[in-house]
């Protein structure tokens, strides 16, 4: 993130940007009783006290760090009066918390409050068990219960955010302060009291387990021990006996490339001197709810500390610049020492709506089309143009990183086809995201044609049966599958039952395939022609003929002569079948000539039996 890292002055992450950083790391053995003695200086002439009252320029009036809990009064004259605090007290400043415990902070306007109330006296939930120390990956914290002793005791802590005030001495448009506050149980020995703001989430598990959010490395690949470079740990100590509350400022960093994360001072008078306050209650002060197990609700000397911090000055956090907070948490420890253990916790890390939205890709889910579907380029426009983002700090650009999304599908994707995008964000404050995402039509199904091979049938069949034969025949052709698909078949039904031929062809178009064409032909076979052999006319001679039956079998030997051959069964019929008289007659017999395809004919011939000559009686006379 930009400003994640202050740029001021003796800020000590400027150590590791010197040009001469590689001579210096070659040497550093030649160094280091000098750099043990300035470690030594820093933790002891260095770190000095740093206790400052003063006015925050946030609310209408301003928030009074001034070791008085209440709006409008102040232990120390007339500088703090009218201006706001912690606790209602009627006059013409603001305040957070009213008489009954409720906030005055409207909901939805940037600003953001955490008041903790934390079990004391008994063994707290909130403790931490083994060993815990301020300078460990917090992966490794155990939060749980356990006995805090009194001077580290804590029963409310609070955090309070807000930008501030432009109208006010001191109020830059755009930066961001937090004003803090906690107490002790007792006050008789050496306290610290920490408030730590980290720029990724630190969030405690319902296991009393902590998982941290921050980078696992910085930018030259070094771990970063559990927290986000440039985080700020303030620390607020009470001195051994008590009179006498100093705060001190660290900043996450680490001396030089390779080496492991820290808390490095940070030189407030030099460098923030208006940008820190912190103080103590120098007298007894009241607050609206009973204080501990003391029988009343007054804050005795040194119980109470409050304090503020300008986290655009000492982070880069603020309305008009990059950087954020996620978490802030309150806790207690042994020292100020970077293995001090850590004692108690007031509750839960406060988790800070980002203060800049963060960026974030809002994607198409991945689609997949079903072959064949319509108005595919509808539903690609709509997945196209979803690639959005939320948050951010504009300008933001996007790339498609894989390929860029056309605006049009190609000429054949509804045959099938597939883009797998990655879709990345970047925006002015260097936050990124991504997401990929596909897009898939599925392939369109082949054209599948079951043609049909040259077919036949017999003769001498009806129509029905060669209608049936035919059909059986041709419904084994199928076209089937592809997408948009048009079969285009001519059938031009069976041929005739006396013989021929028809051709059945198809042209199957669809709109992912070359057309499938092809024809077959289906033959009834020709019916054998039919050959009539005709009978002649016939006669018989009545003087040879004994009688009518021998008439009849001469008569049945001359039909005789009539027959027919080929064709389908076919025939050849008289219509005269009874002999003419033996004694003389003659018949036209007519034949019918019928068959399966044959063109019914006729053809006459005549039978004649030649009577006698008449009888000559000639009589004998008497």
């Given at each position: 993130?930009k400003?994640?890292y202050n740029?001021k002055?003796?800020?000590?992450?400027?150590f590791?940007?010197?040009?001469?950083?590689s001579?210096?790391?070659?040497?550093?053995?030649?160094?280091?009783?000098?750099?043990?003695?300035?470690?030594?200086?820093m933790?002891t002439s260095?770190?000095a006290?740093?206790n400052?009252?003063?006015?925050v320029p946030?609310?209408?009036?301003?928030?009074a760090?001034?070791?008085d809990?209440y709006?409008?009064?102040?232990?120390?004259?007339?500088?703090y009066?009218a201006?706001?605090?912690w606790?209602?007290?009627?006059?013409?400043a603001?305040?957070?918390i009213?008489s009954?415990?409720?906030t005055?902070?409207p909901?939805?306007d940037?600003?953001?409050?955490?008041l903790?109330?934390d079990v004391?006296k008994d063994k707290d939930?909130?403790?931490?068990?083994g060993?815990?120390?301020?300078?460990d990956?917090p992966?490794?914290y155990?939060?749980?219960?356990a006995?805090?002793?009194?001077k580290d005791?804590?029963e409310?802590?609070a955090v309070?955010?807000?930008?501030a005030?432009e109208?006010?001495?001191?109020?830059?448009?755009?930066?961001?302060?937090c004003?803090f506050a906690?107490?002790?149980w007792?006050?008789?020995g050496a306290?610290?009291?920490?408030?730590?703001?980290?720029?990724a989430?630190?969030v405690?598990?319902?296991?009393?387990?902590?998982?941290s959010?921050?980078?696992?490395?910085d930018?030259d690949?070094?771990p970063?021990?559990?927290?986000?470079p440039?985080d700020?740990?303030i620390?607020?100590e009470?001195?051994?006996?008590?009179?006498?509350?100093?705060?001190?400022?660290?900043?996450?960093d680490?001396p030089?490339?390779?080496?492991?994360?820290t808390?490095?001072?940070i030189?407030?008078?030099?460098?923030?001197?208006n940008?820190i306050?912190?103080?103590e209650?120098?007298?007894?002060t009241?607050?609206?709810?009973?204080?501990?197990?003391?029988?009343?609700?007054i804050?005795a000397?040194?119980q109470?500390?409050e304090?503020?911090?300008n986290?655009t000055?000492l982070?880069g956090?603020g309305e008009?610049?990059?950087?954020?907070?996620?978490t802030?948490w309150?806790?207690?420890?042994?020292?100020?020492?970077s293995?001090?253990?850590?004692?108690d916790?007031a509750?839960?890390?406060?988790q800070i709506?980002a203060?800049?939205?963060?960026?974030v890709?809002?994607?198409?889910g991945?689609?997949?089309?079903?072959?064949?579907?319509e108005?595919?380029?509808?539903?690609y426009d709509?997945?196209?143009?979803?690639f959005?983002?939320t948050?951010?700090?504009e300008?933001?650009?996007e790339t498609?990183t894989?390929?860029?999304l056309p605006?049009d599908?190609?000429?054949?994707a509804e045959?099938?086809?597939?883009?797998t995008?990655?879709?990345?964000?970047?925006d002015?404050?260097?936050?990124t995201?991504?997401?990929?995402?596909t897009?898939?039509?599925?392939?369109?199904p082949?054209?599948?044609?079951?043609?049909?091979?040259a077919?036949s049938?017999?003769?001498c069949?009806?129509q029905?049966?060669?209608d049936?034969?035919?059909l059986?025949?041709?419904?084994v052709?199928?076209?089937t599958?592809?997408?948009?698909?048009?079969?285009?078949?001519?059938?031009p039904?069976?041929?005739d039952?006396?013989?021929?031929?028809?051709?059945?062809?198809w042209?199957?178009?669809?709109?992912c395939?070359?057309?499938?064409?092809?024809?077959a032909?289906f033959?009834v076979?020709?019916?054998?022609?039919?050959?009539?052999?005709?009978?002649t006319d016939?006669?018989?001679d009545a003087?040879?003929?004994?009688?009518?039956?021998a008439a009849?079998?001469?008569?049945?030997?001359?039909l005789?002569t009539?027959?027919?051959?080929?064709?389908?069964?076919p025939?050849?019929?008289?219509?005269i079948?009874?002999?003419?008289?033996?004694?003389?007659?003659?018949?036209?017999v007519?034949?019918?000539?019928?068959?399966?395809?044959?063109?019914?004919d006729t053809y006459?011939a005549?039978y004649?039996?030649?009577?006698?000559?008449?009888?000559?009686?000639t009589?004998?006379?008497d």
């Open positions: 993130m400003n994640s740029t002055m003796g800020d000590p992450d400027r590791s940007a010197f040009s001469m950083k001579w210096f790391l070659r040497c550093r053995w030649l160094f280091l009783p000098l750099i043990m003695v300035a470690i030594f200086m933790s260095a770190n006290q740093y400052k009252q003063g006015i946030v609310m209408t009036k301003g928030f760090i001034d070791g809990a709006a409008n009064k102040s232990p120390v004259g007339s500088d009066d201006i706001g605090d606790f209602e007290n009627p006059g013409a603001d305040w957070l009213n009954d415990n409720t005055t902070i909901v939805g940037g600003t953001m409050f955490q903790y109330v004391f939930p909130t403790a931490w068990p060993n815990n120390k301020i300078n990956n992966d490794t155990t939060i749980g219960l006995n805090v002793p009194k005791d804590m409310r802590a309070y955010f807000e930008y005030n109208n006010l001495p001191g109020g830059n448009a755009g930066d961001l302060w004003i906690a107490d002790r007792e006050v008789g306290s610290y009291i920490d408030f730590e703001f980290n720029q989430s630190i405690v598990n319902g296991d009393g387990s902590v998982t959010l921050a980078p696992e490395v930018g690949l070094d970063t021990g559990g927290r986000t440039g700020i740990l620390t607020i009470f001195t051994r006996g008590g009179t006498t509350a100093s705060l001190y400022a660290d900043k996450w680490k030089a490339i390779g080496e492991p994360y808390w490095m001072y030189d407030i008078a030099t460098y923030y001197p940008s306050y912190c103080t209650n120098t007298v007894v009241e607050a609206p709810w009973p204080v501990y197990d003391q029988g009343n609700n804050y000397q040194n109470f500390v304090g503020a911090i986290l000055d982070m956090i008009n610049l990059c950087g954020h907070v996620a802030a309150c806790r207690t420890k042994t020292s100020h020492s293995s001090a253990e850590l004692a916790l509750g839960p890390p406060f709506a203060l800049i939205d963060p960026l890709a809002v994607c198409s991945d689609m997949i089309i079903p072959e064949c579907t108005n595919i380029e509808t539903l709509q997945w196209r143009t979803a959005t983002y948050g951010g700090v300008p933001v650009v498609f894989s390929l860029p605006e599908l190609p000429a054949d045959c099938g086809w597939t883009i995008t990655t879709y990345s964000i970047i002015y404050c260097e936050q995201d991504e997401c990929t995402r897009f898939t039509i599925n392939p369109a082949a054209v599948v044609v079951v043609p049909i091979t077919g049938t017999g003769s069949q009806t029905a049966e060669v049936a034969d035919y059986a025949w041709f419904n052709l199928s076209i599958g592809g997408c948009d698909l048009v079969p285009n078949i001519v059938n039904g069976a041929p039952k006396c013989g021929g031929e028809v051709t059945v062809t042209n199957a178009t669809s709109s395939e070359d057309p499938h064409t092809g024809s032909i033959t076979a020709d019916v054998p022609a039919v050959v009539v052999t005709e009978a016939g006669d018989a003087c040879d003929i004994a009688d009518q039956a009849q079998v001469l008569f049945d030997a001359w005789g009539a027959s027919v051959t080929g064709g389908c069964t025939t050849s019929t008289p219509d079948v009874t002999a003419p008289d033996y004694c003389g007659g003659s018949v036209l007519t034949w019918t000539i019928e068959d399966h395809c044959f063109t019914t006459t005549t004649t039996i030649t009577p006698p000559d008449a009888v000559v009686v009589e004998a006379t």
